[in-house]
């Protein structure tokens, strides 16, 4: 019985993949994503002054390629992430949102892996 879920070998040329962009709170937010039943995986550039324009409660694995950010949960705490780091949430379970001030790179993935059970 084949499972639709799985995903063959394959490489991704990010030179290929559109950019969207997405309005901030300030600045903008662009996006290459590549969709896969149940996974997501992004390319996300934040603008220099960029703020989301919301709190997510989704879960991610977000990691630094370039730059640095900070991450700011709901509850007050926050986090400065750079270039090398990652951090790890699953849906529901933080409120988060992301700024940063020069810009930042990152590989962000998500999906049903994250939902809590």
Known sequence: MENNKNIPF??????????TEHKGESGEAFWQTIQFN????????YSPGYLADHWCQKG?????LEGE????????E??????????VVSDDL???????????KLLIIDGDFLKIK
């Open 69 to 76: 950010f900070l991450s700011e949960l709901e509850n007050g």
């Open 10 to 19: 394959q490489i991704i040329d990010w030179d290929q993949v559109t950019r």
């Open 60 to 64: 991610h694995i977000v990691h630094c």
């Open 78 to 87: 926050s986090f400065i992430l750079k270039k090398g780091m990652t951090y």
């Open 94 to 104: 933080s409120s988060h949102r992301s700024s940063t001030e020069n810009g930042v």
């Open 38 to 45: 149940g996974l997501r995986v992004r390319i996300v550039e």
